[in-house]
């Protein structure tokens, strides 16, 4: 397993600078968003060579796959297509990204024929299956599907849910899932379990503490979470996504470094 975190939670002005800063610390790698990419590559590849650290994925958020209107589902498609290359472009192993963005169901409840979830879930299974998944494979991307929160998303909160989509599209080797580790403490009702019973589907992995804290700041045991994802063999990214309202604080640098070494502490 290997630290990365988001870009959005380093201090600095610019991609260089928050690469210093997570080489500095310990930190293999950087998550980047898929906003304006194209337009940052040859900064990031400078920023790569001068310091080592790697981009561990690029982050394409809450996509609108399951938009009732065809052109938002089309734009969507595109948003993951572009970020899949910009991934390529700069070495990242893959784009990470939330289905749809809605708390609510977007498409119609049509029962006894089907529920509104069961629509959802047969047209993710459809653009998976029709496009996302042949163009990963086509370029040599990888793909990483995120469940959230319902504060977050509809549809996949769990990673039994994130399995069965998998499990729809035969277990395509270029989409695995992605843990939020936060938002399993509130949708899952034993998420060491659920770790170690789909951890071999995983391809990523985002980590805070209880309330998008550090890791180390709050009550979470990644002592006995680290030995789930060990269970299964996992070696790909931790990537930290915390909420950082003291990002310029001196002492946030100093926490973040401490928060590191216990997790590598836990790792080894």
């Known amino acids: 397993m290997k630290i990365a975190i988001q870009e959005s939670s380093l201090p600095g002005e610019t991609i260089l600078q928050k690469m210093k800063t997570a080489q500095k610390i310990g930190i293999e790698g950087i998550e980047v968003s898929s906003d304006g990419l194209h337009t940052r ?10 310091t080592g650290v790697r981009i561990a994925a690029v982050n394409a958020g809450a996509t609108h796959l399951l938009h009732p ?43 006894p024929y089907k529920s509104a979830i069961e629509m ?15 163009l990963a494979y086509a370029l040599g991307s990888q793909l990483y599907m995120l469940a959230v929160s319902k504060q977050r998303a509809h549809l996949i909160n769990t990673l039994y849910q994130a ?13 695995t899932l992605a843990a939020e580790l936060c938002d399993m403490q509130s949708e899952e009702d034993d998420p060491v379990g659920a770790l170690v019973d789909y951890g071999a589907h995983l ?8 309330s998008h804290r ?19 063999a996992y070696d790909g990214w931790l990537t930290l996504t915390c909420n950082v309202p003291n990002i310029d604080d001196p002492t946030y640098v100093d926490d973040l470094s401490a928060s590191v070494a216990m997790l590598n502490a836990a790792m080894s």
């Open 41 to 50: 590559n040859e900064e990031v590849l400078g920023a790569m060579e001068a």
């Open 69 to 111: 209107e065809f052109s938002h589902r089309e734009k969507a498609l595109v948003t993951l297509r572009t970020a899949m290359t910009d991934a390529l472009d700069i070495g990242a192993d893959g784009v990470v990204f939330i289905p749809h963005y809605s708390t609510s169901a977007v498409l119609p409840d049509l029962r």
């Open 120 to 134: 959802e879930g047969e047209l993710l299974v459809a653009q998976l299956r029709a496009t996302l998944t042949d």
């Open 163 to 175: 399995y069965v989509i998998r499990d729809k599209i035969d277990h395509h080797p270029h989409l």
């Open 203 to 210: 391809g990523y992995v985002h980590i805070a503490d209880t």
């Open 214 to 232: 550090l890791p180390g700041h709050g009550d979470m045991n990644f002592n006995t979470i680290l030995s789930a994802l060990k269970m299964n």
